[in-house]
């Protein structure tokens, strides 16, 4: 039995077992971030949106902005940031030349959570990959890259 599982192993392409790997190792990232978000009594989406709503500073980012950023649909948005604003992170400003124009700032509650919680992300994610040098981080970085420019150019590309 296990000789026809490894000869099915071998069997196989490198691209596959790639793809196999890489997917699994996203799952296994995804459950160890899923655990921290959880603590943070954030979701992943959640904390993302707060990031870049923080990083746009006082002036705010447009809510398409924010979509096209985090890759979701104007619906998702609209969802996420109703909930953001009802936990009191974000709030939306209209703008008054403009009332489809929609920005979100984040509140001063926002930033007192993201400023708490941004030292125990920072310290988490490097303790997450301390076992690769920074060369290796860099590679691999430049590697992931390099599928995602492909998988946008020849998959991605509506």
């Excluded at 008054?96 to 984040?106: C, G, L, Q, T, Y």
């Amino acid at each position: 039995m296990y000789e026809e599982s490894k000869e099915l192993d071998d069997n196989r392409s490198s691209s596959l077992r790639l793809l196999e790997v890489i997917s699994k190792t996203s799952n296994m990232v995804q459950k160890v971030l899923n655990k921290f978000y959880k603590e943070l009594m954030l979701s992943e989406t959640q904390f993302s949106a707060l990031y870049l709503v923080y990083l746009a500073g006082d002036d705010g980012i447009t809510l398409s902005t924010l979509g096209e950023k985090m890759n979701v649909t104007r619906a998702n948005i609209t969802t996420l940031v109703d909930r953001m604003v009802s936990r009191g992170l974000i709030e939306r400003i209209i703008n008054e030349n403009d009332r489809r124009s929609i920005k979100a700032v984040v509140t001063d509650n926002g930033k007192e959570i993201f400023n708490s919680i941004l030292p125990k992300y920072e310290e988490f994610t490097s303790v997450l990959l301390n076992f690769l040098t920074e060369s290796e981080k860099k590679r691999f970085n430049e590697l992931l890259l390099k599928i995602q420019e492909e998988l946008t150019k020849n998959y991605l590309n509506d």
